[in-house]
């Protein structure tokens, strides 16, 4: 049946999402450089962060990423694919076969991306999560928009109620500011394995994280199924279609997430900057991705979308890059970890520099990808996961 289908034409995009897409990525490249950098995720069982971490300047500028980007753009871009989600079920609908065996088709390359992503580059992977949480959102596409919205926001809600409620008992139990909290062994040692490393050493460390990062995105399947669904009401809302129409909605939103998720973001930044070995503010910086994270996410996709009807050249510099986004955020792993590992770089850059070699790659990649969109009509990447999900070789030249 796959001879029915086929992947978007370029006409048929909306090329506003492409641009928001684009737009996110620079927000991901700019939370992972901590972890690519530095031993972020070792930080989390020692008894406080690398030096390079800190300091007045470079922990001004994790200060910086945590209250603005961490949470944020990841959490944008699970509502990207839900809205995503929404527009590639919705035109296969109109066709013959089985849109949901396409689909899961589609969910289970991505599945691949992400397993050879996690052990072959880059431990911190979340196409994973992403394709698991993709196969359980089918179940609510026939669902009315009303219902997915209200179940999104009510699984935000009820984790940012049981946050609140487990900070609230660990500061009757008199744990706040105890300083309490013992290191642990990880069982690994990233400084030691990613000085003078090999690939092979890379592969080592991947796997012995491995455990971990499972552990952890099992945690974050609901809060990404919360922004998937939010998403998903977009799509079926149509809320991207006649854009011109929906300004004093896009005003709402950026005013109603900025305004209230911001302050958020700043108490939460702060925390995963200064605090983290306070037992009650390590769990308070969690509503960076039940509370502050959705809501700014939200704000910041309004506000882009305002600014790039204003300047329209806006939407033409960053659409490529969302349009070959799954390539860009595996060569965004490629480009760091060759940078920090292969340059025997790793826990030796303050964050200072963070922002600028973020800018740096990011400018690097709206070159490739409008070079690359000149000549061809998919990614790399995107032409492989279109020619498996639908069961045949796409042409991929212009």
């Known amino acids: 049946m796959s001879q029915n289908y086929a992947p978007v034409g370029l006409s048929e995009r909306v090329h506003e999402i492409d641009a928001v897409r684009g737009f996110a990525l620079l927000g991901i490249l700019m939370m992972n450089i901590m972890s690519f950098a530095g031993p972020t995720l070792q930080d989390q069982f020692s008894d406080g962060p690398s030096n390079i971490y800190t300091g007045e300047m470079n922990s001004g500028v994790i200060l910086f990423i945590n209250t603005f980007v961490t949470s944020n753009f990841y959490t944008m871009f699970s509502f990207l694919f839900g809205l995503g989600f929404y527009i590639f079920l919705s035109r296969a609908d109109k066709k013959p076969g089985s849109t ?13 991306f992400g397993i050879f992503h996690a052990i072959f580059i880059w431990y911190g992977d979340i196409l994973t999560v992403y394709a698991v949480t993709g196969i359980i959102l089918l179940i609510f596409y026939k669902i009315k928009p009303a219902v997915n919205l209200t179940i999104g926001i009510s699984i935000l809600t009820l984790g940012t109620i049981f946050i609140a409620v487990m900070s609230l008992l660990l500061y009757a139990a008199g744990v706040m500011g105890t300083n309490e909290v013992q290191p642990v062994d990880p069982g690994f040692d990233m400084i030691k394995s990613l000085t003078n490393a090999g690939y092979m050493d890379v592969i080592d460390l991947n796997m012995s994280v491995l455990g971990i990062m499972i552990s952890s995105n099992i945690v974050m399947i609901p809060l990404v199924l919360a922004m998937f669904l939010i998403g998903l009401y977009a799509g079926q809302k149509k809320l991207f279609e006649n854009l011109e129409s929906k300004t004093k909605l896009l005003i709402w939103t950026a005013v109603v997430g900025l305004g209230v998720g911001t302050p958020v973001k700043i108490f939460v930044g702060y925390g995963l900057t200064y605090m983290m070995q306070e037992p009650v503010w390590s769990i308070l910086t969690m509503l960076a991705y039940t509370l502050g994270g959705p809501l700014m996410s939200l704000g910041y996709v309004a506000l882009f979308v305002l600014i790039a009807r204003k300047v329209k050249g806006l ?26 590992y292969g340059l025997n770089l790793f826990n030796k850059i303050d964050a200072v520099w963070f922002i600028p070699i973020v800018f740096m790659v990011f400018i690097i990649q709206i070159i490739y990808s409008h070079l690359w969109m000149k000549a061809f009509k998919f990614g790399p990447l995107e032409w492989i996961w279109r020619t498996v999900t639908y069961g045949k070789i796409m042409p991929i030249k212009r």
């Open 100 to 112: 949901s065996a396409l689909f899961i088709r589609r969910m289970m390359m991505l599945l691949a």
């Open 315 to 340: 939407t033409k510099l960053l659409q490529p890059v969302g349009q070959m986004a799954l390539t860009n955020y595996i060569m965004q792993s490629v480009i760091m970890t060759s940078f920090f």
